[in-house]
């Protein structure tokens, strides 16, 4: 029983984190709000604004999740992420993780 029980929660577990993953292809499809101060390939213009291109996955969601919860207090940055989902998130860093 205790088996069962351990297999359908590793299932759910693998399936969740799975979709956590992240894609690229919608993270570039929900660029385009980011591309006005990052860059349309993820290459800021302006030194005020860093370049997401090449930054590590985990890192970006931390720092995307830290502005989006208030943890990060940026009055540019809050509305652009105010309403991103964790998933969202997920994707937008493996897209930016994803260029050189």
Same mark, same amino acid.
């Given at each position: 029983?205790?088996?069962? =029980?351990?297999?359908?929660? /590793? $299932? &759910?577990? =693998? +399936? *969740?984190? +799975?979709?956590?993953?992240?894609?690229?292809?919608?993270?570039k /499809?929900? +660029?385009? =709000?980011?591309?006005?101060?990052? *860059?349309?390939? *993820?290459? /800021?213009?302006?030194?005020?604004?860093?370049?997401?291109?090449?930054?590590?996955? *985990?890192?970006l969601v931390?720092? &995307?999740?830290?502005?989006?919860?208030?943890?990060?207090?940026?009055?540019?940055?809050?509305?652009?992420?105010?309403?991103? /989902?964790?998933?969202? &998130?997920?994707?937008?860093?493996?897209?930016?993780? $994803?260029?050189?």
């Amino acid at each position: 029983m205790r088996l069962v =029980v351990f297999l359908l929660l /590793s $299932g &759910i577990l =693998v +399936s *969740g984190n +799975s979709l956590a993953a992240g894609d690229p292809a919608a993270g570039k /499809s929900k +660029s385009m =709000v980011c591309a006005g101060c990052h *860059g349309m390939n *993820g290459y /800021s213009s302006n030194d005020l604004w860093p370049n997401l291109a090449g930054q590590k996955k *985990g890192y970006l969601v931390q720092q &995307i999740k830290a502005f989006r919860d208030g943890v990060r207090d940026d009055p540019m940055m809050k509305p652009m992420v105010a309403n991103l /989902s964790d998933q969202d &998130i997920e994707d937008l860093a493996a897209y930016y993780a $994803g260029l050189k």
